[in-house]
């Protein structure tokens, strides 16, 4: 079967880091985007960060540039999401997607993939 899986979410103190990782299984990365999103309770679903399939090129969202790196690992199918200094505002479900490489055109938008994560929760607290 065709799946996602997230991992590494927790209760991190302000100004801390964590680590998100995404494993795919039933499919092989290296032809598909890869994007992060994340829903905070009462908020919309925004898209945090993703990657392309051929150049390797990303972008983030304003929020999270410079504090936020995703990279991959096609050796094992997954894809990771290094969060430092983090913030109270950051406190989300954190889900991974992923879409054909060749038919992704804005990859920070949620239509554009077709396999979800069923998401890691996230929280920032003191």
């Known amino acids: 079967q065709v799946q996602l899986v997230e991992a590494g979410g927790g209760l991190v103190q302000p100004g801390g880091s964590l680590t998100l990782s995404c494993a795919a299984s039933g499919f092989t990365l290296d032809y598909y985007a890869i994007a992060w999103f994340r829903q905070a309770p009462g908020k919309e679903r925004e898209g945090v960060t993703c990657?392309?399939?051929?150049?390797?090129?990303?972008w983030y969202g304003d929020s999270v540039k410079g504090r936020f790196t995703i990279s991959r690992d096609n050796a094992k199918n997954t894809v990771a999401l290094q969060m430092n200094s983090l913030k109270a505002e950051d406190t989300a479900v954190y889900y991974c997607a992923a879409g054909l490489g060749s038919l992704v055109r804005a990859c920070l938008e949620e239509y554009e993939y077709e396999y979800w994560g069923q998401g890691t929760q996230v929280t920032v607290s003191s």
């Open positions: 990657i392309g399939s051929s150049d390797g090129r990303t």
